[in-house]
């Protein structure tokens, strides 16, 4: 059955948010002709790869709908373990879509330089799979921008400006005393207006080195996350490695059974010849085969 005829509910759901409103917009390809859509069906890797993508961008559009409003929603200077979790979550999701993404191309970029070898996929069907693609690009960046944007930062910001101020505040009340008269209470107000004037400036300061802070956490998860695929990678080379040494054992295995069998062979043939001498018995063989080719020549010409 043809996929044009039998899109799955997950990318149904997916071209429906996209006409409810998100950021870019992945079409769905035009129909294709009856003598032409018989050859294009669910085999197809460009569908299969379709499908999964689809899939892995609605759980990108998710994952960021759960951190935008986890965000705005709460106090991101407290609630810092479930933010970066998230985050974290999130990234996992963008790099798994552009992975599948990149498998998308290759199966464009196939067809593309070898028209010839499918003349099933027509111009028009051709032209809709890179739209899809660049559609599906398009929405995967402005995903990692809006997880990234100015917006969210200055959140970041405001919130941990609000907590240094908080506990400025507390330090402060712990610290406040009588004033004896209105001279010293005159010298009070003006040195807490001093200490609030360097107050701000310590808070903007404590606010922007807390904002690097986390922006260099973000950067170590992304290190952790390439770490791991390279752990994952290693873990399969060692096994492949291990698999082959297997094969090269029992190649050399095989190698001394065959050597064993020859010798026998060998010492058979001397026996039958009355000699033990490996160059005369080697004469003897390659004579009996430059006979063997001459009685063919002969037989055959």
Do not use: W
């Not at 709908?65 to 929603?73: E, P």
């Not at 111009?123 to 809006?146: A, L, W």
Request: charged share 30%; with cysteine; proline share 2%.
């Amino acid at each position: 059955m043809p996929l044009t005829e039998s899109m799955d509910d997950d990318e149904e759901e997916f071209h429906n948010n996209n006409q409810n409103g998100n950021s870019s917009t992945i079409s769905t390809p035009p129909p294709t002709s009856a003598a032409t859509s018989t050859f294009i069906g669910e085999d197809d890797p460009f569908y299969m790869f379709r499908g999964d993508l689809t899939k892995k961008i609605l759980l990108v559009d998710q994952e960021l709908t759960t951190y935008t409003t986890l965000v705005q929603t709460t106090d991101t200077a407290v609630n810092t373990h479930a933010i970066k979790e998230t985050k974290k979550q999130l990234k996992r999701h963008i790099k798994h879509a552009e992975s599948t993404l990149a498998d998308l191309e290759t199966t464009v970029r196939v067809v593309e330089r070898q028209r010839e070898k499918f003349p099933h996929i027509h111009d028009g069907e051709m032209e809709s799979r890179k739209e899809f693609v660049r559609e599906s690009k398009s929405r995967i960046n402005d995903s990692k921008m809006m997880m990234q944007s100015e917006e969210m930062k200055q959140k970041f910001l405001r919130d941990e400006r609000a907590l240094t101020e908080r506990r400025r505040g507390v330090v402060g009340n712990n610290g406040n005393g009588r004033v004896p008269d209105l001279e010293q209470g005159n010298a009070s107000t003006s040195t807490n207006n001093n200490n609030n004037s360097n107050g701000v400036t310590n808070s903007a300061e404590r606010s922007e080195t807390m904002l690097m802070m986390q922006q260099q956490d973000d950067t170590l998860d992304d290190l952790d996350l390439a770490v791991t695929r390279v752990g994952y990678m290693a873990e399969s080379i060692h096994e492949e490695i291990e698999s082959q040494n297997k094969m090269l054992t029992d190649l050399g295995d095989d190698l001394a059974d065959a050597e064993e069998q020859l010798g026998v062979v060998m010492g058979k043939l001397a026996k039958l010849l009355k000699t033990k001498s490996r160059c005369q018995i080697g004469l003897i063989l390659i004579l009996s085969l430059i006979v063997l080719v001459l009685f063919f020549l002969v037989l055959y010409t």
